[in-house]
């Protein structure tokens, strides 16, 4: 069961109207790293999950990503203000002007429209946690990309928000990883021959070698190592 607040988990704000920013933003309400990926993915994941535990840790992230899409959306819906304006959007798509009178498009910033082709679901636990975590450290990454071209202090602050949600995201993730060690696909982890086996086909040079082979674990960052700066020093 979802219960929809009316208020957003962040309220969004806009210095002025821009078309072109809103086609791009739109990226990551409907395209292969977006919100809308994002909480279909770990929702589809959790229904099969039996560790109680974890299958809450993907409803609760699934549900914030709804709110992320919320925010998004509404970021959206601000710039592009209140007259459908074509010759405004200088990149990106245009559908929301001629085809959906400005409200938000389930599409990429070109234009092509959401599928369920970017939901990963294995069944796995071990490798739907690792693809979330990557699908959460690729979403950063696009923010990190948005960020640097809009000079909206505003739209800004919203976009260092949702990008330090998905650190957060991924953060729990990898730790929830780090309790199913030695289960799934990560069980008898490099037990086989061919497990060990390091081709150096890029002569000359062999600087990596797997005769120890372990799976997959993640240490959680240490908040006090690097004291964090502001804003996120990653999007300067």
């Known amino acids: 069961m979802f219960k929809h607040d009316k208020q957003l988990l962040q309220n969004v704000r806009v210095e002025k109207a821009n078309p072109t920013y809103a086609a791009m933003l739109t990226e990551q309400l409907g395209g292969p790293q977006g919100e809308m990926k994002a909480a279909m993915q770990y929702m589809a994941q959790s229904f099969r999950i039996k560790d109680v535990a974890i299958k809450d840790l993907f409803m609760d992230i699934a549900s914030e990503e709804l709110s992320h899409m919320e925010m998004v959306a509404t970021t959206i819906n601000l710039l592009n203000g209140h007259d459908l304006d074509t010759e405004g959007v200088q990149a990106g798509h245009i559908q929301s002007h001629v085809l959906t009178g400005l409200n938000p498009l389930m599409a990429n910033a070109s234009g ?4 369920a082709a970017y939901v990963n679901v294995t ?9 979330n975590i990557a699908a959460e450290q690729r979403a950063k990454v696009v923010y990190e990309y948005l960020y640097r071209q809009i000079e909206d202090q505003h739209v800004r602050n919203t976009i260092d928000f949702l990008l330090n949600r998905e650190e957060a995201h991924n953060t729990l993730f ?18 086989d021959e061919n ?4 081709f150096d086909l890029s ?3 062999k600087y990596f070698d797997i ?5 997959p674990a993640f240490q959680n960052p240490d908040p006090n190592a ?11």
């Open 112 to 115: 092509y429209l959401w599928t």
């Open 211 to 215: 005769k120890n082979p372990q799976p």
């Open 174 to 191: 990898r730790q929830a990883f780090n309790q199913i060690q030695g289960t799934g696909s990560t069980k008898d982890w490099g037990v």
């Open 226 to 236: 690097n004291p964090p700066k502001s804003p996120n020093p990653l999007i300067q």
């Open 195 to 198: 497990a060990r086996l390091y």
């Open 123 to 131: 069944g796995d636990l071990a490798a739907d946690l690792l693809s």
């Open 203 to 205: 002569t000359p040079g």
